[in-house]
């Protein structure tokens, strides 16, 4: 965090993507940075929030996306300069705002950072929002290096106010987290009071006054337009006969590429960041320099069907390809060696790609396979297994509808506590149609986190058309999966933080919930009586499952458990433990000849969870030796 504020103008720092966006924000003097954390934008918004502590800069987690978007909205309304961040699907979210903002426009710099996610490292989509700034009309800037995040958000404000628009910079998980070098300007001063001045027939977005607030988005789209065609972010390297348009990550790829395969001086490349509106006229101008064009852009064909239209439309017969077999997929990111291979095939030059060695080939042998799982010690394990006892024991097959968060890795078995998902919230409106339709028996499970987001409206709505479901929340007092952001529910908090507790417990009763309990997971009789009870009820009902995250609460108060827990001689290996709990800690002995059960102390939190359903594990005395 000090690097981001410290150094001399020309000085250069190693940043993250994120880092740099960071500080180039604060290069155009941003005066409000406003974020919901998801990967791969998470760091924008943690590295704001430490930033905040020590100069005058307002920071907030908002609730959701869309809440973000609203109140860099309205700062930017007083002449501010705001920057939002959020993940691709955060923009799903605030898209209602967007479209219209788009029509009431900005006073003071606003940058949207919409943060994608080829390949679906951390996602449950892969969508492209390039589409997002078509479908807004807004100018949008696509860095391939964390040089560019700084300088295009730089230029993002300016150019903003420049257009009265919200600028989007658009990247991507490879930009986010790529450390390079970068060049530090001057940190501008934090600006004053901001003030708004009432302009309600330009500003509140009635049909008569939106009609012509379209009017100039439109003219505000044709000068943004004219400043794509001398943008320094557009620009053409090389003179050769062969044409590559690239954006984005791509653009190194391509520069490697080209290194490689030696084609230097024989193609010409027209890199892109300022990616719309695109530059018309230098587009047509390099289409006219050469003999035919390979689009290398990641997920969807957003520039190669631009630029096949532009060249249609100026009667320019040169070949253009980019998506197709043999060519390039809409699937995933790209690796370097297959915008190599690509190249090479459609330019005809020979190329031998190297021989990648496997795991095997180097260690002697495959890799384990080593699948996502909850922590060790998570209460979101404890929660899902009284749920599942409770179920079994009351011989009932439950469907569970879940959510966006760590706790998604119920999914997996022993588990198996997730049967479907579409998105943030989605889990308690889609628990009320699952058992609207079906009469089965049907849990929900949403976090903490996710339940303010995006849950409420659901829950009302549940409540109000009197569905029938056992909603779960997991409470484990943080915003776990993107790094310990703190959200309304959060009553520990990092340091410094002055976020107003808003109790969950008080916000379901408030919804209409008649039917509620509150439990600590890791209290396994209590959790197991509560969860049957719950289960067995009728109607919409909330179990609330409220323990901190382990690697929470260690870093909040510095405290660790004792991991003094051991498998005792008596067990029959009935492999319950496995069969039903699957705590990483838990494993048979490998290569001993006979089947052991063992706890690693090297893993194993001390929750004592497991010693109050099984009679074959117990604590470690005082200065006793372990028996494994």
Not at 56 to 61: C, H, Q, T, W
Not at 257 to 265: Q, S, V, Y
Not at 483 to 506: A, D, F, K, L, N
Not at 517 to 531: F, I, M
Request: proline share 8%; charged share 20%.
């Amino acid at each position: 965090m000090s690097e981001i504020l410290s150094g001399q103008p020309g000085q250069r720092r190693l940043f993250l993507g994120n880092e740099a966006i960071v500080r180039g924000a604060l290069e155009a003097g941003v005066a409000l940075v406003s974020t919901y954390p998801g990967t791969p934008a998470s760091e924008i918004g943690d590295r704001s929030y430490e930033i905040s502590r020590r100069i005058p800069l307002y920071f907030e987690y908002s609730v959701n996306e869309k809440a973000a978007l609203e109140v860099a909205a309205g700062a930017a309304a007083t002449g501010w300069r705001t920057l939002c961040a959020m993940k691709h699907v955060g923009l799903n979210v605030a898209a209602d705002a967007l479209m219209t903002l788009a029509y009431v426009g900005t006073k003071g710099g606003m940058v949207i950072v919409s943060a994608d996610d080829p390949s679906l490292f951390s996602s449950q989509n892969e969508q492209d929002n390039r589409f997002y700034a078509r479908l807004a009309g807004l100018p949008m800037l696509e860095p391939a290096t964390p040089q560019e995040a700084k300088d295009m958000t730089l230029a993002g404000f300016a150019l903003s106010e420049e257009l009265g628009l919200p600028v989007m910079l658009r990247t991507t998980t490879r930009v986010n987290h790529t450390r390079g070098p970068v060049n530090l300007g001057e940190l501008a001063p934090r600006p004053g009071p901001g003030r708004f001045v009432k302009d309600p027939f330009r500003l509140v977005m009635v049909p008569a006054v939106a009609r012509q607030a379209h009017v100039r988005l439109l003219e505000a789209q044709a000068r943004a337009q004219a400043l794509a065609e001398t943008s320094p972010f557009n620009y053409t390297v090389g003179d050769g006969p062969w044409g590559v348009v690239a954006s984005g990550v791509s653009k190194n790829y391509v520069a490697d590429a080209l290194r490689d395969l030696g084609l230097n001086e024989k193609v010409t490349v027209l890199n892109l960041g300022f990616t719309h509106p695109l530059p018309e006229d230098l587009i047509a101008e390099f289409l006219g320099r050469v003999e035919r064009v390979l689009v290398v852009e990641e997920l969807e064909p957003y520039l190669e069907e631009a630029v096949k239209a532009m060249a249609q439309v100026r009667g320019l017969n040169v070949p253009i390809h980019g998506k197709g077999p043999n060519l390039f997929s809409r699937l995933y990111e790209y690796p370097p060696g297959l915008v190599r291979e690509v190249m090479a095939r459609y330019f005809e030059v020979p190329y031998q790609p190297p021989v990648a060695k496997q795991p095997e080939q180097v260690l002697g042998r495959p890799l384990p396979d080593r699948p996502p799982n909850l922590c060790p010690g998570c209460p979101h394990r404890a929660m899902y297994y009284a749920v599942k006892i409770a179920l079994k024991d009351i011989g009932v097959e439950g469907i569970f509808p879940t959510d966006i968060g760590c706790y998604t890795l119920g999914l997996l078995p022993p588990l198996s506590v997730a049967d479907y998902l579409i998105c943030m919230g989605s889990s308690i409106s889609t628990a009320a149609g699952i058992s609207r339709a079906t009469g089965q028996k049907v849990v929900a499970f949403i976090g903490d986190s996710t339940f303010f987001h995006a849950g409420l409206p659901g829950l009302a709505n549940a409540v109000h058309n009197r569905h029938d479901f056992l909603l779960v929340i997991l409470d484990n007092g943080t915003t776990a999966m993107t790094g310990s952001q703190p959200h309304p529910g959060v009553s520990m908090t990092p340091r410094g933080y002055e976020g107003v507790h808003v109790p969950i417990h008080r916000v379901v009763k408030a919804l209409g919930v008649e039917q509620l309990w509150k439990v600590h997971p890791l209290k396994y009789k209590e959790s197991l009586a509560a969860a049957k009870e719950a289960v067995s009820a009728s109607g919409v009902r909330v179990l609330i499952s409220q323990a901190p995250c382990h690697l929470y609460e260690t870093r909040i108060t510095g405290k660790k458990r004792q991991a003094r827990f051991q498998v005792t001689g008596e067990c029959g290996e009935c492999r319950h433990c496995l069969d039903y709990f699957g705590c990483p800690a838990m494993y048979v002995k490998p290569d001993s000849g006979v089947s052991q059960m063992l706890i690693d102390p090297d893993i194993c939190t001390g929750c004592a969870f497991c010693v109050q359903w099984c009679e074959c594990i117990r604590p470690v005395g005082k200065g006793e030796k372990r028996q494994d």
